[in-house]
């Protein structure tokens, strides 16, 4: 049977993600001697030790999936192990996991003798519904997330939905949360799509997985004409300044993916206060985000520190929010706007009342 594919133009090299369903028979196929395996800890033990008698002469290292372990001093064992044990220019590195994973592995290969070839084989939704493309590396500077990064695809990504078996229901709904806000962007059949799939997506993987590639598919049409996020690529932001300050304010308790599909209702709810949006369009959109950030409180948010959170994205011009707002799914648009008292009781509102409703 030929297995779907997904060629993504680059300014490098064109990349290709393979849809597969046996992914030890392409680690095997596509492993050569001296290539380094950096793989989560938890999928080597869940997915690979079994495997192990065939896989002997593979050269692995095994990381945990952390932010800390994200963070630029601890990439220096990694690359001191991989100077030990014989890795060259030409030898590729592999990864095996999730973003975590990926961010480390190609945030190294981009630099590593000035740059090394890098495979990867995402294993949570977010990953392979989102991250896998769009060339984009980001290490944690101490406290710091995602500060230090640049643009470096890789040379192939190996999609297996069989690695999403062992997910919990956080890593799940997060994975669904980011991908929601693909096809907000694109357009109005893809947002009532999504909605009328999520239910059936949580249960039947052959449902997930062309929701899957689907949400790429949007992803590629921007990253081709934007690779390197200066014009078009930016409204995929939308959710993502809000987001982050809610994950960074709940100390990451929040999930990425959930804190995002917050972050686009008070996108939208501040559409709704410019007079771009509905109100009612603003509640039917609601329905399905609330579906995914169902179960998490916000209780014991400080509006200060929300404000204090969002003039540090790094997305802002001056003292200027860069938001991207909406007129509907499909329509959505970037624009700077001034914190002022206006836009402090719209938060202190959403906050208080219109996050319960
Ligand atoms: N470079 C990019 O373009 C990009 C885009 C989005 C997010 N990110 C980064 O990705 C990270 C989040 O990534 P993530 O959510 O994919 O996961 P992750 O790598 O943080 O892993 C989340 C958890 O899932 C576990 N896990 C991994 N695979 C599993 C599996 N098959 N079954 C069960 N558990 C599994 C991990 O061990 C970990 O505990 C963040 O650091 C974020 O900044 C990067
Ligand atoms: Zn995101």
Redesign the pocket.
Known sequence: MKLFELEIKSSKKNYKVKFIDDFIRSLKLLYKKNDFIII????YD??VVSHKEYLNSFKFIKI????AQ?SYLRLAPIIQELIEGGFKKDNRLIAI???????VT?FIASILYRGVDWYFF???????G?????????I?FGEY??QL?NFYAPREIYSDTN??????EK?LT??LG?MAHYFLVSSEEDYKRYTSEYDNARIDFGVLRDLIIRSLEIKKSYIEIDEFDLNERQVFNYGHSFGHAIESLTQYRI???IAVSIGMDIANFMSVNYGYLSAEKRMEIREVLKKIWTGYSLADLSIEEMKNALRKDKKNKGDLLGLILTKGPGKTFKEFKELDSKFSEWLFQYFSEEFYR
Request: hydrophobic share 25%; proline share 4%.
């Open positions: 989560d800890k938890f999928v869940n997915y945990e999936a952390s932010e994200k996991g999730g973003g975590i994973t990926q961010d190609a995402p294993t949570t939704l977010l990953a392979q989102d991250s896998c493309i769009g060339s984009k590396t980001s944690n997330k995602n990064g690695f999403l078996r062992t997910l919990n890593e997060s994975g980011e999930p990425h993916g």
